[in-house]
């Protein structure tokens, strides 16, 4: 039957385009620019993660100084009170005061500690963060770069698989297109869809075959597909 040897040909060059075509997409040049591609996506997410924590630490470093300069105010307002030898009639109003005082002293004291440990941490942050940012601005010039090769070689292996789908084309010609179509339908689950007689088995899943099958494929009277695969089946080809 003409159309199966037709359609064995056919698949000869689908096989060279589809192989051609994993080539490309396994080509080193893409793996890796996909690879930066990635490492540019996280860094960008860092670096915005980064300038979002630094905004919201800012503002509780504001809010934190804006709490100081209250305690700062407190403290000296006690301390205005406590140098005036009249504002207190009695020692236990004084010593009361005092106490005021230093509990405030204290708070203060506290509050600076933290204050001076936020802004450590935030110099670390500010170190981490301008690192990563150059890591960035460095792996997106590197991408850039590359990108730029590989469009100029994508380009030549887009030239090449053109070709090879061209003498695709030409060996599509006088096939039936509903014999096409099935071939396309057992290619989204076997690939390659037509399988030859090898013995008595399927060239594609090696399963053996009834005698009943292989003689209806022997005669090429009609279309078999493998029972077990849904490869079409044809006869032992060169
Ligand atoms: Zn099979």
Known sequence: ??????????????????????????????TKLLRLRNLVADQQTLVKGMEKDAGSSLEKLEEMQRVHGELLRQVEEIAGTLEDENAFPTAA??????????????KLRGFEKELA?????????GTRYREI?????KA???????????????????????????????AAEGIDSALIERYMAIKGQSF??????NGDQCSGCNMSLPAVVMQTIRAGES????????????????
């Open 1 to 30: 039957m003409q159309q199966l040897e037709r359609l064995w040909a056919y698949q000869k060059e689908d096989i060279k385009v589809t192989r051609y075509e994993g080539e490309m997409r396994a080509y080193p040049m893409r």
């Open 93 to 106: 109003q004084a010593h009361k005061a005092l106490a005021q005082l230093q509990e405030a002293e204290t």
């Open 133 to 137: 940012r150059q890591k960035a601005m």
């Open 192 to 197: 390659p869809p037509v399988a030859t007689l």
């Open 223 to 238: 279309i078999s597909e493998c029972e077990n695969c849904g490869r079409i089946l044809i006869p032992p080809q060169e």
């Open 117 to 125: 440990r936020m802004a450590r941490d935030s110099q670390h942050i």
């Open 140 to 170: 997106r010039e590197e991408y850039t770069k590359l990108k730029a090769q590989y469009d100029l070689e994508l380009a030549k292996q887009n030239e090449r698989l053109a070709l090879l789908k061209e003498e695709r084309e030409k």
